[in-house]
C-alpha cells in the first residue's frame, strides 16, 4: 500500500461503489465489520438522500446492501451532528423491516437488518470508536440470557426461514471515526483508518482492501472527477463551518442575555464580568443597549 490520498467513503458509496464491479469492496468492508469472510453483496440500492440535483445533501449518504446470506445492510455515512440521530437509525431500521413484507404474508419472511452507521461527529457517548448492540432477552429473576443455539429455541425455527427467532432482531453498529486513534488491531480497524486518514496503512491485509489503493486513489481519477470530487470536499466544510458558526453564534447569545439578566438584576459590572468573562466595553454597551 502507498501513502497517495484515497477519495472519502461517503464520496466513493454515493458516485462509484454502487457500481457493480466495485461491490467487492462493499463486501471487504462488511466482511471485516461482520467478522465473517463468506458473505457477498448481492446488491446496493439507493435511498432518498442519493439524490443528483440542486437539493443534494452532502451531510449525509445512506445504501441499502442485500448480502448472500438475505441480510438488508444499511449503511449511512453521517456527517454533521444531528440530535436525533440515533431515533432516526432506529426509525431506518424498522421502516426496512416493515417494507420486507406485505400485507398478510407470515412474519417469518421478515428480513434480517444490520444498521451501520459511519459517523464523523462526536455522536455524545462513550469513549470507544465502535459500538455494537442487539436485542437480547434476560430472565428478570435469574439474569440467565436466552441462548439463540439453545435445542428449545432451534425448536421455535419455522419452517422455510433463515433465521430462528432470536436471531431475526436487527443489529447495529456505530463507528465514531473521529475516536478513533489510528492503531490497527483487527479488521476493521484497516477500514476504518481510511475512512478517518483518507490512505490505506501501510502492511493491510483484510480481504479486498488492496482494491480500494487500486481504484479510489484520487490521483486515479479524471479531471472532471477530481474537480466533482473536490467541489464536493468544500461543500462539505461549508455545511461543518455553518453548523460550527451556528453554535458560536448561540453561544454569545446566551453569554449575553446573562449579561443583560445579571444588569438588570443590579449586579455591578465587576460581578458579571465574573460570571460571562466579558470585558467592561462589552457590558457597558449591553447596558446601553438596555437604555434605549
Given at each position: 500500500?502507498n501513502?497517495q490520498?484515497?477519495?472519502?467513503?461517503?464520496w466513493?458509496?454515493?458516485?462509484l461503489?454502487?457500481?457493480?464491479?466495485?461491490?467487492?469492496?462493499v463486501?471487504?468492508?462488511?466482511?471485516?465489520?461482520?467478522n465473517?469472510?463468506?458473505?457477498?453483496?448481492?446488491?446496493?440500492?439507493?435511498?432518498?438522500s442519493?439524490?443528483?440535483?440542486n437539493n443534494?445533501?452532502?451531510?449525509?449518504?445512506?445504501?441499502?446492501?442485500?448480502?448472500?446470506?438475505?441480510?438488508?445492510?444499511?449503511?449511512e455515512?453521517?456527517?454533521?451532528?444531528?440530535?436525533?440521530?440515533?431515533?432516526r437509525v432506529?426509525?431506518?431500521?424498522?421502516?426496512?423491516?416493515?417494507?420486507?413484507?406485505?400485507?398478510?404474508?407470515?412474519?417469518?419472511?421478515?428480513?434480517?437488518?444490520?444498521?451501520?452507521?459511519i459517523?464523523?461527529?462526536?455522536?455524545?457517548?462513550?469513549?470507544?470508536?465502535?459500538?455494537?448492540g442487539?436485542?437480547?432477552?434476560?430472565?428478570?429473576?435469574?439474569?440467565?440470557?436466552?441462548?439463540?443455539?439453545?435445542p428449545?429455541?432451534?425448536?421455535?425455527?419455522?419452517?422455510?426461514?433463515?433465521?430462528n427467532?432470536?436471531?431475526?432482531?436487527?443489529?447495529y453498529?456505530?463507528?465514531?471515526?473521529?475516536?478513533?486513534?489510528?492503531i490497527?488491531?483487527?479488521?476493521?480497524?484497516?477500514?476504518?483508518?481510511?475512512?478517518?486518514?483518507?490512505?490505506?496503512?501501510?502492511?493491510?491485509?483484510?480481504?479486498?482492501?488492496?482494491?480500494?489503493?487500486?481504484?479510489?486513489?484520487?490521483?486515479?481519477?479524471?479531471?472532471?472527477?477530481?474537480?466533482?470530487?473536490?467541489?464536493?470536499?468544500?461543500?462539505?466544510?461549508?455545511?461543518?463551518?455553518?453548523?460550527e458558526?451556528?453554535?458560536?453564534?448561540?453561544?454569545?447569545?446566551?453569554?449575553?442575555?446573562?449579561?443583560?439578566?445579571?444588569?438588570?438584576?443590579?449586579?455591578?459590572?465587576?460581578?458579571i464580568?465574573?460570571?460571562?468573562?466579558?470585558?467592561?466595553e462589552?457590558?457597558?454597551?449591553i447596558?446601553?443597549?438596555?437604555?434605549?
Amino acid at each position: 500500500m502507498n501513502s497517495q490520498k484515497i477519495v472519502r467513503f461517503d464520496w466513493a458509496m454515493k458516485h462509484l461503489l454502487r457500481n457493480k464491479s466495485n461491490y467487492d469492496i462493499v463486501e471487504g468492508f462488511l466482511c471485516a465489520l461482520l467478522n465473517d469472510n463468506d458473505l457477498t453483496v448481492l446488491n446496493i440500492s439507493e435511498s432518498e438522500s442519493n439524490q443528483e440535483d440542486n437539493n443534494d445533501k452532502f451531510n449525509r449518504v445512506d445504501v441499502l446492501v442485500k448480502d448472500s446470506k438475505g441480510r438488508n445492510v444499511i449503511i449511512e455515512i453521517q456527517n454533521t451532528k444531528e440530535t436525533d440521530y440515533l431515533f432516526r437509525v432506529l426509525y431506518g431500521a424498522s421502516k426496512n423491516i416493515t417494507e420486507s413484507i406485505d400485507i398478510g404474508d407470515a412474519y417469518r419472511n421478515i428480513s434480517k437488518v444490520i444498521s451501520v452507521s459511519i459517523l464523523y461527529f462526536n455522536l455524545g457517548i462513550g469513549d470507544d470508536y465502535l459500538y455494537y448492540g442487539k436485542t437480547e432477552f434476560v430472565g428478570v429473576n435469574t439474569n440467565e440470557k436466552i441462548d439463540k443455539n439453545s435445542p428449545k429455541v432451534q425448536k421455535l425455527i419455522p419452517k422455510g426461514s433463515r433465521y430462528n427467532s432470536l436471531e431475526i432482531y436487527p443489529e447495529y453498529y456505530l463507528i465514531q471515526v473521529e475516536k478513533y486513534q489510528n492503531i490497527v488491531e483487527k479488521a476493521i480497524d484497516e477500514w476504518i483508518f481510511w475512512f478517518k486518514n483518507e490512505q490505506i496503512k501501510q502492511g493491510s491485509k483484510s480481504k479486498n482492501i488492496e482494491k480500494v489503493a487500486e481504484r479510489l486513489e484520487v490521483l486515479k481519477m479524471s479531471e472532471k472527477e477530481r474537480k466533482q470530487y473536490e467541489k464536493y470536499l468544500g461543500r462539505l466544510a461549508s455545511e461543518r463551518d455553518m453548523v460550527e458558526t451556528s453554535k458560536e453564534d448561540g453561544v454569545k447569545e446566551g453569554i449575553k442575555q446573562v449579561a443583560k439578566n445579571s444588569i438588570l438584576a443590579g449586579l455591578s459590572n465587576d460581578i458579571i464580568q465574573t460570571i460571562t468573562g466579558l470585558t467592561f466595553e462589552q457590558i457597558d454597551k449591553i447596558r446601553e443597549e438596555l437604555t434605549v
